[in-house]
């Protein structure tokens, strides 16, 4: 157990729907990264932000969008959701926006139908 | 792109060490290497980094070669539950994020 809670844990959505995942980071962890994983492969970083700003993003379009809350929590929102968007959508914290190991949540499984 | 290789897939017998191997020639000065694992639809783990010298933890140990062009991630005692997908990745520990992630070595640990 990390520490790290991700919700919903499953999710259907509709091609063209929004949607909004969350994050809770570990207690002192003041960086929240995502990443998606399509089945079968590693994950790939969408974003981080550290200390409420965005602070590094991976070669997602700006449907994908986030925010860090002032006790750390995060959200991940999808607009205009693609039947490729269908992945298993992670979050990971870590102390400090730098090269600290980063703890994993379990994730959320999304289906774009 | 990933900067490492690792073999796709291996097996081990339980009770064994288990010994993942990796490649990164390419690796830069600055650059660590961390270990991930991920069981089945969970979340990563993490498991171990380091720089140049050998690293232990309750985990596992890392042996990483003196030109760093390569490492192993040793399992001492395997067991059925170490079976995963072990990720190796090489990053700046000055980087400001993102992990990048290759493929894995699915580990199976036979009984």
């Known amino acids: 157990e990390t520490g790290v809670t991700q919700s919903p844990t499953h999710l259907i959505k509709t091609r063209g729907q929004q949607v909004t995942l969350r994050c809770s980071s570990q207690?002192?962890?003041?960086?929240v990264s995502w990443y998606q994983q399509a089945l079968g492969q590693g994950p790939q970083f969408i974003f981080q932000?550290?200390?409420?700003?965005?602070?590094g993003r991976g070669n997602f379009p700006p449907r994908f969008s986030g925010l860090q809350f002032p006790n750390y929590s995060s959200e991940l929102n999808v607009n205009a959701l693609e039947l490729d968007d269908s992945a298993l959508y992670l979050c990971?914290?870590?102390?400090?926006?730098?090269?600290?190991?980063?703890?994993f949540g379990p994730g959320t499984r999304l289906t774009v139908t | 792109d990933a900067k490492t290789t690792q073999p796709p897939s291996m097996d081990c017998a339980e009770g064994r060490a288990a010994n993942l191997p990796c490649n990164h020639s390419?690796?830069?000065?600055?650059?660590?290497v961390y270990w991930y694992r991920q069981i089945h639809s969970q979340g990563p783990q993490y498991i171990i980094h380091?720089?140049?010298?050998?690293e232990t933890n309750e985990m596992a140990s890392l042996i990483i070669t003196e030109d760093r062009k390569s490492s192993t991630l040793i399992l001492p005692h395997a067991t059925l539950r170490d079976t995963a997908v072990y990720y190796c990745?090489?990053?700046?520990?000055?980087?400001?994020?993102?992990?990048?992630w290759g493929a894995g070595t699915k580990l199976i640990i036979k009984p």
């Open positions: 990745i090489v990053r700046e520990m000055d980087s400001n994020y993102q992990l990048i």
């Open positions: 207690s002192g962890h003041n960086t």
């Open positions: 932000y550290y200390r409420e700003e965005e602070n």
């Open positions: 390419t690796i830069s000065g600055n650059e660590y």
């Open positions: 990971a914290s870590s102390l400090g926006g730098r090269g600290r190991e980063q703890y």
């Open positions: 380091g720089l140049k010298n050998n």
